[in-house]
Every structure is written in structure tokens, then in C-alpha cells.
Antibody, heavy 122, light 110 residues
């Protein structure tokens, strides 16, 4: 059974930093690209970032470029998102999501974690 | 990229069919067959319902179907049931090597 378990969310002040983690199990983690998608309270889904299965290629939404960094540790089956210089508008539930096609990014998200809430407020 | 355009709400009576549209551009939706649809209940994670425009993952009811014409994709729910009441989002790959989601549609079963 595929499981994605996010952690690391919480309350942080504007300008602060946070690192989110997503522990994956139940599939060959090294074979799939992974992504982060966020959802502000009461709002729609927003794609944030994608990383290739090897970690060699990363992609970001313009709204987070330069402030958020996606990475992965294939030896630990874990996906990360480093959030820096946080703003109020970064307040959201952050979901990690698994790509649906093996070794290919840009397909669809077939499994999602339960999400972790990041609140940016003073 | 701007979000894909979806109607804010769609409603129908039990047993009826409803269709949710998702409009993009030739740079996304129109130019690729990488459109997917997600169902989301309040406070829950999204669930994949349709991928590659019209394919259903195993376990998803065949009451859900997808299609595309030009720059507009559509999700049809046939035989509407109370459990279908949820938010629905479309998504597409874009020519800029990003994903874009739709604005979301709230489905209400009358």
C-alpha cells in the first residue's frame, strides 16, 4: 500500500524558514518523480514544485522560485521542501504527491499525502 | 500560468448527469493529453479520478468519465449520487514544464 506521510508544518514568523518532509513507502521511491502541491485555507490547489526520480531535475512555480527548494533522499525514501523567506501568502496545507508514470515527470498525481499545515504569522 | 477556468459550482439531482468544464489554452490542455481530474472532500487530500484526459484509475467508478475538445476538457458524472458531493479540480501539464490546476468546482447534489 502506497503511503505518503508529511511532517514539519507549523507556525512560523514572516521571513522565517521551515523544512517539510514526506516519508514514502509501498512503492519504488527511486522510480518516480515527486511533487509538492499546496492549498491555502478555503482556496484551490496550487502546484509548487516537482523533482525527477533521480533528483537531478527540479521545477518550481514562479510564485516560489528562489525561496523554496525541493530535494529528495532516495536512500531514506523521503522528499523534502525547504521553505525560506516565508510570507503570509505561503500559509497553506502542503501536500506531497507521487507522479503516476514511472521515471517520468509531468503525468498526473496518483497518490497524495494527508498534508501538513504551514501558517506564516507574527 | 493562469489557473485553468472551471465553473465555481455545478449542481444536479440524484441520478442526473452533470459536466464540469476546464478551459485552458493551446499551451496547456489543448496542446497535450495530460489532463487529470481530482476529487476532494473538505479537510481531505485530493483523489485522482481521471488521468490522460479520459482514463480511470482502478477503483474509480465508471460513472466518472473525461473528454477534451480543443482547449477545453470536461469531467462528466453520470448517475449522480450523494457521495459525489465534493470539490473537483482539473490539472494539466504546460509547455513551460510546470503543472497548472483549475480554479475548482463545487458539486452539490440537490
Amino acid at each position: 500500500e502506497v503511503q505518503l506521510l508529511e511532517s514539519g508544518g507549523g507556525l512560523v514568523q514572516p521571513g522565517g524558514s521551515l523544512r517539510l518532509s514526506c516519508a514514502a513507502s509501498g512503492f519504488s521511491f527511486t522510480s518516480y518523480a515527486m511533487s509538492w502541491v499546496r492549498q491555502a485555507p478555503g482556496r484551490g490547489l496550487e502546484w509548487v514544485s516537482t523533482i525527477s526520480n533521480t533528483g537531478g531535475n527540479t521545477y518550481y512555480a514562479d510564485s516560489v522560485k528562489g525561496r523554496l527548494t525541493i530535494s529528495r533522499d532516495n536512500s531514506k525514501n523521503t522528499l523534502y521542501l525547504q521553505l525560506n523567506t516565508l510570507r503570509a501568502e505561503d500559509t497553506a496545507t502542503y501536500y506531497c504527491a507521487k507522479e503516476g508514470r514511472i521515471a517520468v515527470a509531468w503525468s498526473y498525481f496518483d497518490y497524495w499525502g494527508q498534508g501538513t499545515l504551514v501558517t506564516v504569522s507574527s | 500560468q493562469s489557473a485553468l477556468t472551471q465553473p465555481a459550482s455545478v449542481s444536479g439531482s440524484p441520478g442526473q448527469s452533470i459536466t464540469i468544464s476546464c478551459t485552458g489554452t493551446s499551451s496547456y490542455v489543448g496542446g497535450y493529453n495530460f489532463v487529470s481530474w481530482y476529487q476532494q472532500y473538505p479537510g481531505k487530500a485530493p483523489k485522482l479520478m481521471i488521468f490522460d484526459v479520459r482514463n480511470r484509475p482502478s477503483g474509480v467508478s465508471d460513472r466518472f468519465s473525461g473528454s477534451k475538445s480543443g482547449n477545453t476538457a470536461s469531467l462528466t458524472i453520470s448517475g449522480l449520487q450523494a457521495e459525489d458531493e465534493a470539490d473537483y479540480y482539473c490539472s494539466s501539464y504546460t509547455s513551460s514544464s510546470t503543472y497548472v490546476f483549475g480554479t475548482g468546482t463545487k458539486v452539490t447534489v440537490l
